[in-house]
């Protein structure tokens, strides 16, 4: 009987990752993520752009009318006529235009907050289970050298005819059950490592591994939890959907500004032959009396309607989103300390009162693996609730930060 070496080369092999990284560089690199690099491009273009937006709406026509009286008029030869028209406004179409025009930028870099909290989210999420599954690689490998050992023992006892050949069976096949499970972990690892370079925008040539481990984050008591769930219209993607809705009904006003009374100057010049100049000037008035721009401003009323609700929603999805973020933390905090405090330690117990009585012959291995199998699960387990635990907090430290800054800004 012989333990296959082939599983063990590979549970040995370490995929190549790249530099470590730490959580504070995870959340540095996202601010740089391309996307939002593109964000702020386009927020420049527009303010560069609409910082001479004009306060005039519409451009002066001029007309040239070149002409030649035909030779058998009384006095043929070269004529020519010229018209200059300007169409004003008189409902403040300009400044509905620039004032539309100012909310949308401001909508603009709501929504590049916005978008950045979620990458900064996204880069932390990913960061934690890049951690989680190296904390589980290596509890793995721990437990890959006692199976190891484990199994080397029964194989010498079974060959020298102290142990039963089925222990020994059995001590192989739990080897080979934590080296499966360990390949299946360096898998996940290599999806999670994969998961945080796209959270960074970056093309995954060169994986990273966490460096530093978690970060220590302060949450308030949970006696403020209230007050600070009730700020939650303050978080970015709140104030995006609300500026949005000011911008709405900014262009509604734009559009019903639009189709308001025009007026319109015009200056006339006619030079007839052989050296007269005619002048003329006058005004005409456009009254909106049949087309006053229905469509268009049924059109932007329904924007402007919908905008209002999306952002009574989006507030009432931050409220939400906030205390169920700080539920979780409350909850996974509750979760893990029972598992650490609680089960690890009776199942490493039953784990060290089996060894005992399988080295004294009391019993078969079974049930020295099956205590074994539960302990690894409990022990993975484990990192899997701190995991959750420690995501928990900064998820709702990130939200609560976010919350305090706009809420200062505003002060």
């Known amino acids: 009987m012989t ?27 996202a601010e740089a993520h391309p996307t939002l690099a593109a ?5 420049q273009a527009r ?4 910082a001479d937006l004009s306060a005039v709406t519409q451009n002066p026509t001029l007309q040239i009318l070149p002409g030649w009286r035909l030779p058998n ?32 930028r401001q909508t603009l870099a709501a929504g590049r907050r916005a978008a950045a909290l979620a990458q900064r989210m996204e880069a932390a999420r990913a960061w934690f289970q890049l951690w989680r599954y190296e904390a589980e690689l290596s509890a793995l490998d721990e437990e890959a050298e006692l199976a190891r050992a484990l199994a080397t023992r029964l194989r010498t006892a079974v060959e020298a005819g102290a ?10 096949i739990f080897f080979e059950e934590v080296a499966t499970h360990r390949l299946d972990a360096e898998g996940l690892r290599f999806d999670a490592a994969m998961g945080l370079v796209a959270a960074l925008g970056q093309d995954g040539a060169q994986l ?22 009730a700020r939650a219209q303050d978080l970015p993607d709140a104030a995006h959907r609300a500026l949005a809705a000011r911008a709405a009904e ?100 039953w784990v060290a009162l089996t060894q005992r009585r399988f080295d004294a012959g009391e019993t078969e291995l079974m049930p020295v693996v099956a205590a074994r199998r539960r302990l690894v699960a409990e022990r993975i387990r484990l990192i899997e609730l701190e995991e959750e635990r420690r995501w928990s907090e900064v998820k709702a430290w990130l939200l609560l930060a976010t919350t305090l800054s706009a809420a200062e800004a505003k002060e």
């Open 73 to 104: 008029s009384d006095d043929p030869g070269f004529e020519i006529q010229m018209q200059l028209t300007q169409q004003l406004d008189l409902g403040g179409w300009a400044g509905r235009r620039r004032d539309a025009a100012r909310a949308e």
């Open 208 to 229: 990273p591994a966490t460096a530093g481990g978690p970060p220590q984050v302060q949450i308030p008591e949970e006696q403020a939890w209230p007050a600070l769930a």
């Open 39 to 43: 964000q702020d491009a386009a927020l």
């Open 250 to 349: 900014a262009r509604r006003a734009e559009v019903a500004a639009s189709h308001s009374t025009k007026l319109t100057p015009t200056l006339y010049a006619q030079m007839e032959r052989p050296q007269d100049v005619l002048l003329f000037a006058g005004v005409s008035v456009q009254l909106p009396l049949f087309d006053k721009g229905e469509r268009d401003r049924g059109l932007a009323e329904a924007e402007a309607i919908t905008a209002r609700a999306e952002a009574r929603d989006a507030a009432v999805t931050a409220g939400r989103t906030l205390r169920q973020a700080l539920h979780e933390v409350e909850h996974t905090r509750e979760v893990e300390q029972h598992v650490r405090a609680h089960v690890l330690p009776k199942v490493e117990q």
């Open 163 to 172: 142990a039963l050949a089925a222990d020994g069976v059995e001590a192989d």
């Open 47 to 50: 303010e560069a752009r609409e």
């Open 3 to 29: 333990l296959s070496s082939a599983p063990w080369l590979l549970l040995v092999g370490q995929a190549t990752f790249g530099t470590p990284m730490s959580f504070d560089q995870a959340l540095g690199l």
